[in-house]
């Protein structure tokens, strides 16, 4: 749904950098990876303002944004629609949210950031503009203070996302980065974690005094919940 033989960018992997633009936002012009400075980031896209289905993640956004701030996490939104636009939808959210959206929503009406992350949609016809091009589908990217994309997700025009989920991996990852463990099926902060596989087992014995030895690869320990988050 793009234009007739237009490329397609480099596909953005796990580990890649994240590329930088200039852009206006709703709370005025950035340079994005000024932005991110020594902060993690999540940036998100959503198809377009005044939908219903986006009314509702942004305010979730919105009413979780201080456990993200609480954690070194900025938010930055993403559509392509003007910042007008934004700025009269971001009314609506707040009155039928209950919350003050305060983090910026980024107008990218010609696509080009969307393009360079690979957010236009290619799948559903009816997720396009009066002219027939594609707006974005629902991607999330977190991205660390090094720059370095270290999640990607994407979701149809038809899912709205799960905000506890970006939370909780942001958790994940800050958590690993921290303790080199990793983090099991459904764990949340408090519940036990796994130890990194290139820890020997006598040095997580030493590290960890409760450690737990299912299998000589599967070896859990409590980690306290202060141990769980990046340095703020």
């Not at 950098?17 to 993690?40: L, R, S, V």
């Not at 463990?181 to 040095?203: L, Y």
Request: some cysteine; proline content about 7%; glycine content about 6%.
């Amino acid at each position: 749904m793009g234009s007739a033989g237009e490329d397609r960018p480099a596909p953005l992997r796990l580990g890649s950098i994240a590329p930088n633009f200039q852009a206006e936002t709703t709370n005025g012009p950035i340079d994005f990876h000024e932005f991110i400075g020594d902060k993690w980031v999540v940036l998100f896209s959503h198809p377009e303002d005044y939908t219903p289905v986006c009314t509702t993640e942004l305010g979730a956004f919105a009413k979780l944004e201080p456990e993200f701030t609480k954690r070194g996490v900025k938010l930055i939104g993403l559509s392509a629609n003007t910042i007008d636009s934004h700025g009269g939808w971001i009314k609506d959210i707040d009155e039928i949210s209950g919350s003050q959206l305060r983090f910026p929503i980024i107008g990218d009406k010609e696509r080009k950031v969307a393009y360079a992350y690979d957010m236009l949609d290619h799948q559903d016809t009816t997720n396009v503009d009066q002219k027939g091009i594609a707006f974005t589908i629902r991607s999330v990217f977190i991205i660390d203070p090094k720059k370095t994309i270290r999640l990607i997700l994407s979701y149809p025009a038809s899912t709205g996302r799960n905000t506890a989920e970006v939370l909780r991996v942001v958790d994940s990852l800050q958590t690993g980065d921290k303790n080199k463990v990793t983090t099991p099926i459904n764990w949340v902060p408090g519940d036990d974690v796994i130890v990194h596989p290139s820890v020997k087992t006598e040095q997580a014995k030493e590290q960890y005094p409760h450690l737990k030895i299912v299998k000589p690869y599967l070896r859990f320990t409590p980690l306290p919940k202060e141990q769980t988050r990046a340095a703020v």
